[in-house]
């Protein structure tokens, strides 16, 4: 078992939830095995420390600071990260998102997403001795929010595992896959203008989604595409009535404002597009501008919004997450981060380049991060694409370089919920050395899971039950 003991509430929160989605809520509890804490206690022997420096332990550098930049040293801890870099902020677009899919390091004192101490140059560190070993990061929430994730889940699973104890861990790629790629378009306006996209995703053999605002005309060529991205096995999510900001919650942020609060976003969408497709509609939504105030997540769940796609580094850091699954102070709801925005406004000016597409790719590859990316259909605005040509030239080049990795997994914003789904309700036993994983009661995907220990994948073992 893995126990997790924090004073801060808040953090305690964040932090637990993020453990559930990694480990399963099964392994969390009381033990003497593993800790994960805001402070170090005796009798552990492996112990993570999110926050303040321990004073009493000599920690050798992982991650170090320069610049407002965290760069990672060569360690085993450090072996599945493509990306050795974690900047402080960074963006792709102004203040808007960050393609590489991370969150902020803030520099507000006092928030729990900073530096626990900004005078220490150390962001992660390791301190170990025959006995024990503690990995620390100087941050009360630790990397939560981003791909460094991957060093927490290395360090519970397999880091020492000949003398240490270890656990496995929930891996986000389904068992079968060695890697997994979803794509969406968010049709804030004119949906059959994604037709194009959509019929160069067919030809690649991965299903589309469409995300619908549905205060907008349905005509007959964007009821046709609804017809046939269901027909070609892709999905269809609502992506509130307005697009209002917050989803309709008060906020001090620009924009249009909403006629009702989140529940009449939700249920109003939820209602039009039931009545449109027959009822082929699922329980998720894909939040506008990626905001999720916490105050609207419980009036999604009462309009029948159980997931939601969001996570991006400019609000709402508690809903950036580095794992899908389970989120935190709001019972029953889960959460994918697709942050990755495919734009021609970070394209066209740098020369056509996809390199920074391929670098949050390669990166998902290697921490088996679920890859979430999206576009936009044109409108009035043309998300900095010069042309259609010229857009579908770029997603095409980028998708032959994903397709060139072995066991992809192309999967709708659907089969990827369902997935999250599954994993917040999934369970893992740990009996006489081997570890068994079970799907909850009603599981919603065809996938099934995998699970990483000791430096091994380890395939599914049937329930026995
Ligand atoms: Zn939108």
């Not at 360690?75 to 960050?98: I, Q, V």
Request: aromatic share 12%.
């Amino acid at each position: 078992m893995i126990t997790v003991s924090f004073q801060n509430h808040e953090v305690r929160e964040l932090v637990n939830l993020a453990i559930f989605r990694s480990l399963t809520r099964s392994q969390v509890g009381s033990g003497t095995e593993i800790l994960v804490s805001d402070r170090f206690e005796s009798g552990f022997k492996k112990q993570i420390i999110f926050g303040s420096r321990p004073n009493h332990r000599h920690f050798h550098t992982i991650g170090g600071i320069n610049d407002s930049i965290v760069r990672f040293q060569d360690h085993p801890l450090t072996r599945n990260l493509y990306l050795k870099e974690r900047h402080f902020e960074r963006y792709d677009f102004p203040n808007e998102w960050n393609n590489l899919g991370y969150g902020k390091i803030e520099t507000t004192p006092g928030s729990h997403f900073g530096l626990a101490d900004p005078t220490d140059p150390t962001y992660c560190g390791i301190s170990e001795s025959e006995s024990d070993c503690v990995l620390w990061f100087n941050r009360s929430v630790g990397p939560i929010d981003g791909f460094d994730w991957r060093i927490v889940e290395d360090f519970i699973s397999d880091y020492r595992h000949e003398s240490l104890p270890t656990l496995p861990v929930l891996s986000e790629i389904p068992a079968g896959y060695r890697a997994a790629a979803t794509f969406r378009i968010d049709c804030d306006e004119a949906i059959e203008s994604g037709r194009p996209l959509f019929e160069l995703y067919r030809k690649h053999d991965f299903p589309f989604t469409l995300a619908i605002k549905t205060e907008q005309d349905f005509t007959p060529g964007a009821m046709a595409l609804i017809e046939e991205v269901i027909e070609g096995g892709g999905s269809i999510l609502i992506h509130s009535h307005t697009h209002a900001p917050e989803w309709g919650e008060p906020s001090s942020r620009p924009g249009p404002r909403s006629r009702g609060d989140a529940f009449f976003e939700a249920s109003t969408s939820l209602s039009i597009l039931r009545d449109r497709l027959a009822g082929r509609v699922n329980s998720y939504a894909v939040s506008p501008f990626h905001q999720n105030p916490r105050v609207a997540l419980p009036k999604l769940l009462k309009a029948g919004i159980d997931g939601f796609i969001g996570g991006i580094i400019c609000n709402d850091p508690e809903y950036l997450i580095a794992r899908g699954g389970a989120v935190p102070f709001c019972e029953g709801m889960i959460s994918h981060s697709e942050q990755c925005m495919f734009h021609g406004d970070c394209i066209h000016p740098i020369g056509e380049s996809i390199d920074v597409y391929l670098a949050a790719w390669e990166n998902a590859v290697r921490t088996e991060t679920f890859f979430g990316y999206l576009d936009h259909p044109f409108s009035n605005y043309h998300y900095g694409w010069k042309s259609e040509e010229a857009r579908l030239d770029a997603h095409e080049r980028f998708l032959h370089r994903i397709n060139e990795v072995p066991g992809l997994l192309k999967a709708s914003s659907r089969e990827t919920l369902d997935f999250m789904w599954d994993r917040a309700q999934a369970t893992i036993r740990v009996e006489s050395g081997s570890a068994v994983v079970t799907s909850g009661a009603t599981p919603r995907s065809r996938f099934q899971f995998k699970l990483r220990w000791k430096s091994k994948q380890v395939d599914p073992i049937p329930n026995p039950l």
